[in-house]
């Protein structure tokens, strides 16, 4: 018997007891691996953005419109890679908002967009300032909400409180972006009374510079004595309303003129930029006791690309419930509006026990046709694809999301073919007895190995395709059929090592007690 390429694989491992332990080896490397690939609810997806904006101040939309935002336009729209240009000119500034194709390479794309703008710095005019570009990604997008309400505190109070929760929270590890939204900043407002203004011989104008000026801190150079050097500072920020009151802001009839001569000056609120109110709909529980819609600031947390949304959530959540204890008021009500990782948590959770109903399933179904023996050889490769695959999946960076899941779900029923065509065919020549077991074994493997390579490969062909459809949707079902089509090359590797030891150890044992059973009841 000449044996082919699955005949000599399975020769070398059909009897070795290093097969037991590449068994092993290959579960801990699954199950570690599933520790350590992120969990999140959808897949990676690199679309390359950012926010160009550049100010002209003094002047109006229309001019900021033809002097700023066609020329810029024009020479974005050339570089390689942009997709779309979207302008919008306002009263002293443009903002384009710039994005690249998918899939292009982040950092080139990022520096050929600064590199077109200084280069054709000169074509703007006289007073347009230098170009700010701000980067963005589809990872900004929050995957956290924490809101802050209360009924014995205002939004400006909960803003405050924000603030410190916010400061704590950026010291996480892997949290990218966080940002408040809603209540009222802490304003100083100055009134000027013009009749006082005209009084003291001060004006509006000059007051604003004086205020200005006098809310810096700069370097004014240094000094050296006693070999050291000493760093001289001028100026300071202004921090309270006596601050502010008692600063000069001119002179009249030799005396100096304070800012509270000719202004009331009030320390509170700003006017609100945006709006959360927050409220218990008629189902809920709590409905009963909280009524109404209460004034809330809500904190918005975004991760890093390839984080894990689950462990940043449950870190960023431990941190909340620790921080109830001495910086959040006990009458602040503290709600998770958006959990990212939670529902991740729940999508991976879900798909995981499909995957094991599918996987017990098929199992039970070789059990009916081949016997409880058989289907334990089927049972055990599956796993063993899958580990494996897991593995593929970390060294590829992808995460465990709802389609590189749904790609092992898909294929269950296909990875096992490999392993029941030679469970099948060992079973049904040790049955026949025309060999001893081993050379049965191994001729039933050769007779059906290269059909099976070929059989896998036809799948191969058939699913990898999809890898390269174009648009967004290219990036986001990749996984699927990569991952996919790793399952099938791995579950042959497993067909052709771990089944044919399976296979003649167990399906063996089978046949070998039907065997005695005939040559009891011949004697």
């Not at 502010?244 to 000056?265: C, H, S, W």
């Not at 990569?482 to 030891?501: D, E, H, K, R």
């Not at 063996?508 to 040559?519: F, G, I, P, V």
Request: charged residues 20%.
């Amino acid at each position: 018997m000449n044996e082919g390429i699955s005949g000599k694989i399975a020769n070398a491992f059909i009897d070795s007891k290093l097969t037991i332990l590449l068994m092993v080896a290959l579960m801990i490397i699954g199950v570690y691996s599933s520790f350590l690939i992120p969990r999140e609810e959808e897949p990676q997806i690199i679309v390359p953005m950012a926010d160009v904006v550049v100010a002209y101040p003094g002047a109006s939309p229309k001019e900021v419109e033809n002097r700023v935002v066609k020329p810029l336009e024009k020479i974005i729209s050339n570089i390689k890679g942009v997709q779309h240009v979207h302008a919008m000119a306002m009263n002293g500034q443009a903002m384009i908002i710039v994005q690249f194709y998918v899939g292009e390479d982040t950092e080139r794309s990022y520096v050929n967009l600064y590199n077109e703008l200084m280069k054709n710095r000169h074509m703007f005019p006289q007073g347009v300032t230098e170009p700010l570009i701000k980067t963005r990604a589809i990872d900004d997008v929050p995957m956290l909400g924490i809101t802050l309400w209360s009924e014995n505190y205002d939004d400006f109070q909960l803003k405050q409180i924000a603030g410190e929760l916010k400061n704590e929270v950026e010291k996480i590890k892997d949290v990218s972006i966080t940002k408040k939204i809603g209540g009222r900043d802490r304003q100083v407002k100055v009134a000027l009374d013009k009749a006082k203004m005209t009084e003291n011989g001060v004006d509006a104008i000059g007051i604003m510079q004086m205020i200005q000026a006098n809310n810096q801190q700069s370097q004014s150079g240094a000094f050296v004595a006693n070999d050291k050097e000493y760093l001289i500072s001028t100026g300071n920020f202004l921090s309270s309303v006596e601050d502010v009151e008692n600063l000069v802001i001119g002179v009249n009839k030799n005396m100096p003129v304070y800012l509270k001569q000719v202004a009331t000056v009030k320390d509170g609120a700003s006017t609100p930029k945006s709006y959360v109110s927050f409220g218990y709909g008629r189902a809920n529980e709590k409905f009963a006791d909280y009524k109404s819609e209460y004034g809330a600031v809500t904190l918005s947390v975004a991760k890093i690309k390839g984080a894990d949304a689950m462990k940043i959530a449950e870190k960023i959540l431990a941190k909340v419930n620790h921080l109830k204890q001495n910086l959040i008021p006990n009458d602040v009500h503290v709600e998770i509006t958006r959990n990212y990782g939670e529902t991740a948590s729940h999508k991976v959770g879900e798909l995981l026990l499909h995957l094991g109903v599918a996987i017990l399933a098929v199992t039970i179904l070789v059990m009916f046709a081949m016997g409880w023996r058989g289907g334990l050889v089927v049972f055990f490769s599956v796993p063993l694809t899958f580990a494996l695959t897991l593995f593929s999946y970390y060294m590829l960076d992808y995460t465990l999301n709802r389609i590189t899941l749904f790609a092992l779900v898909f294929v269950v029923g296909i990875v096992v073919d490999d392993s029941i065509i030679i469970a099948e065919n060992m079973h049904r020549h040790f049955k026949m007895r025309r060999l001893p077991f081993k050379q049965a074994a191994i001729f039933a493997i050769n007779e059906v190995g290269n059909p099976t390579i070929l059989a896998t490969f036809t799948v191969i062909a058939a699913i990898l395709p999809m890898a390269f459809v174009s648009g967004m949707m290219g990036p986001y079902m990749s996984p699927m059929p990569i991952g996919a089509s790793i399952a099938m090359i791995l579950s042959l590797f497993i067909a052709l090592t771990v089944t044919p030891y399976l296979g003649y150890h167990l399906l063996r044992e089978k046949d070998n007690a039907a065997h005695k059973e005939e040559e009891e009841e011949e004697g």
